[in-house]
């Protein structure tokens, strides 16, 4: 018995099968390969277009028979690469000669020293030190965060001296500036690995120095700090107390110290060092100190120019007969973290560099 049509065209059934599916294939493949978030009408239209069926101008848009895959591809997403306008987070800010830091909030007085005067505002502790500085790499932001951190907890009031990086340090410069003598730059061109941290150290002390001994009134007191130093809450009332009993001669008061030669004054709060060199490891640690014009005019002439071979601590220990220095007892502000001599392969230092 003859099959009998299964469509008004003439087509049988098994014919309708293979082009249903041979639309469904390209129906797929036109999906996959356009992706399917973008699908749409227009891509059924060349999906049935690639099984045979040409769409209508109204279905696409097109003439007739254009293809679809002729059109413009769409552009490609931007590569990571690409994408420079992505806004990074903010940076810590750090004071120029002229500028305020803004390193943390606080850092409420905090400025790049460039002279003090007597007109300047007092931002110290009444009746116990006129200002307070912490000196401080402008790369050591961290180590800045942390001081002010604990500064705020003492509520201690500070500005900023900016340390000089060894890494910017020009020999030629700093001699012809008098900061260093020929001796000091000779020992830095055969050792400048081992010895550029040290003198660095000491550039930035006396560097301070000098401009707070041209200050005015000469018995006025300041605090200086290095900013691996840590105070207490209760740092003032404590300092407030042992002021009280210092002896009058002072020229610089250390409020951190390692072991100890000398003898202690009656009131068994303050300490004298022997004027002799005790050697290295005593009598030191300079990372906390109270001076005053005054003295600080007695200390720059046996430390600047900076022509001996050790650190500025130990200069200064060599030097006891020649100013009044006085250790407190009790260590007020130990110091946190590894000096730049504590990074040193000390077993290869002689012991005068210490």
């Not at 690469?81 to 990074?88: F, G, K, N, Q």
């Not at 300047?120 to 502790?125: A, L």
């Not at 130990?334 to 002689?350: A, D, E, T, Y």
């Amino acid at each position: 018995m003859p099959r009998t049509s299964a469509s008004a065209g003439g087509l049988g059934l098994r014919t309708w099968l293979a082009v249903l599916l041979s639309w469904a294939c390209a129906f797929l493949f036109a999906v996959q390969r356009r992706g399917c978030t973008n699908f749409c009408l227009v891509e059924l239209s060349e999906a049935l277009a690639l099984g045979g069926w040409q769409p209508s101008a109204a279905a696409t848009g097109r003439g007739p028979g254009e293809r679809l895959s002729s059109l413009p591809a769409p552009a490609p997403p931007a590569l990571a690469s690409d994408a420079t306008e992505v806004p990074l987070p903010p940076t810590v800010a750090y004071a120029t000669t002229s500028e305020a830091t803004t390193a943390t909030s606080t850092l409420t007085t905090s400025t790049v020293v460039t002279s003090v005067t007597n007109t300047e505002p007092s931002t110290g502790y009444p009746g116990v030190y006129r200002k307070a500085f912490v000196i401080n790499r402008k790369v050591d932001v961290n180590r800045l965060h942390h001081f002010a951190d604990t500064a705020a907890a003492a509520g201690v009031q500070f500005e900023v001296f900016e340390a000089i990086d060894k890494r910017e340090m020009i020999l030629e410069k700093l001699l012809l500036d008098g900061e260093i003598g020929p001796l000091a730059k000779q020992r830095l061109e055969e050792q400048w690995a081992d010895q550029s941290g040290i003198f660095a150290c000491t550039i930035s002390h006396n560097r301070l120095w000098r401009k707070l001994a041209a200050h005015t009134p000469e018995d006025d007191v300041f605090l200086v700090f290095e900013d691996d130093s840590r105070m207490s809450p209760n740092f003032h009332k404590r300092l407030a107390a042992v002021m009280k009993s210092v002896p009058n001669d002072w020229d610089l008061l250390y409020l951190n110290h390692n072991k100890l030669v000398g003898h202690p004054l009656p009131n068994n709060i303050w300490f004298k060092p022997d004027i002799t060199y005790a050697g290295g490891g005593k009598n030191a640690l300079l990372n906390a100190y109270v001076v005053r014009p005054s003295g600080l005019k007695r200390m720059l002439r046996i430390q600047h120019p900076i022509d001996f071979l050790w650190s500025n601590d130990d200069n200064l220990r060599r030097h006891f007969m020649d100013f009044q220095a006085y250790f407190l007892i009790d260590n007020l502000v130990p110091q946190i973290g590894l000096s730049v001599r504590k990074n040193l392969h000390l077993k290869n230092m002689p012991d005068h560099q210490l």
